[in-house]
């Protein structure tokens, strides 16, 4: 079984920080892709930052700037540093893997539980 762990969500004032980790465990032989997405209430899960194995790191553009994403590949770990938060940040973040599972050549996608991030004004 894989998983993908999160911590670091909670409230915080506009302008604020915060700093979200997603630790991957289980049979993973590796990981392609990290990364996180959001869904606040009413709306549809979106995308916030992605980093590929390789490639190029791909942020919305609604977080350019202030979020940056970043990853620890010997703790299978990714995070996400949020600065100059704003109310519209309010959302659950997911944290988002796509890897080769243990005994398989193929690759899966995989969700966090969420972590819930609240900004107030």
């Known amino acids: 079984q894989v998983q993908l762990v999160e911590s670091g969500g909670g409230l915080v004032q506009a302008g604020g920080s915060l700093r979200l980790s997603c630790a991957a465990s289980g049979s993973i032989v590796s990981i392609n892709t990290m990364g996180w997405y959001r869904q606040a209430p009413g709306k549809q899960r979106e995308l916030v930052a992605l980093?590929?194995?390789?490639?190029?790191?791909n942020y919305a553009d609604s977080v350019k700037g202030r979020f940056t994403i970043s990853r620890d590949n010997a703790k299978n770990t990714v995070y996400l540093q949020m600065n100059s938060l704003k109310p519209e940040d309010t959302a659950v973040y997911y944290c988002?893997?796509?890897?080769?599972?243990?005994?398989?050549?193929?690759?899966?996608?995989?969700w966090g539980q969420g972590t819930q991030v609240t900004v107030s004004s």
């Open positions: 980093f590929p194995s390789g490639g190029a790191i």
């Open positions: 988002y893997s796509i890897l080769v599972k243990t005994g398989t050549r193929l690759t899966f996608q995989y």
